[in-house]
T-cell receptor
């Protein structure tokens, strides 16, 4: 069975640009969450979506947005990129909210 | 506000030793607690998940305990091996939608 898949695995963007990261959950999972992990720290919660509705939002600026599609895949969008947005972005899926989360391998974003 | 702390931040031990990694959290109202392993530049590998009604979980050489009343969890690794070298993250399911992570313990096992 395929796990959580994220694309792309790596990308480099310039300050001020926009980026879209994608996540496909495990088949049957309806909940998708996004986390940002900067070097040397634990992951920080950005968003959770369940059944295509936002169920939770972390302390991130409005430059960060997300959505979930009818097939439960998800996109994370970041506008007006800053150097500080350079991080590993992790997606997690679960059957339902509060049940065990399964993480993808992440997208490494570098902003130059 | 839930806060998760992991001590120590880094640990180096010789191969074969048994060791304990510590995690503390400030709010005992949690759903689950999960331990992850992360290799450099990689994603998260789940090690053990303890539900709020459980007190411990075991998998091979790993044992994780949970004491909600004191806000503590420990990860016990028996007979450590060089392949155990990685960062270990403690994660608390603080609400139905949010997981709070500690900053991790960077473990190095010396051959």
């Amino acid at each position: 069975d395929a796990g959580v898949t994220q694309s792309p695995t790596h990308l480099i963007k310039t300050r001020g640009q926009h980026v879209t990261l994608r996540c496909s959950p495990i088949s049957g999972h309806k909940s998708v969450s996004w986390y940002q992990q900067v070097l040397g720290q634990g992951p920080q919660f950005i968003f959770q979506y369940y059944e295509k509705e936002e169920r939770g939002r972390g302390n991130f600026p409005d430059r960060f947005s997300a959505r979930q599609f009818p097939n439960y895949s998800s996109e994370l969008n970041v506008n007006a990129l800053l150097l500080g947005d350079s991080a590993l972005y992790l997606c997690a899926s679960s059957l339902e909210s509060a049940l065990e989360a399964f993480f993808g391998q992440g997208t490494r974003l570098t902003v130059v | 506000k839930q806060e998760v702390t992991q001590i120590p931040a880094a640990l180096s031990v010789p191969e074969g030793e048994n060791l304990v990694l510590n995690c503390s959290f400030t709010d005992s109202a949690i759903y689950n607690l999960q331990w992850f392993r992360q290799d450099p530049g990689k994603g998260l590998t789940s090690l053990l998940l303890i539900q709020s009604s459980q007190r411990e979980q075991t998998s091979g050489r790993l044992n994780a305990s949970l004491d909600k009343s004191s806000g503590r969890s420990t990860l016990y690794i028996a007979a450590s091996q060089p392949g155990d070298s990685a960062t270990y993250l403690c994660a608390v399911y603080s609400s139905a939608s949010k997981i709070i992570f500690g900053s991790g313990t960077r473990l190095s096992i010396r051959p």
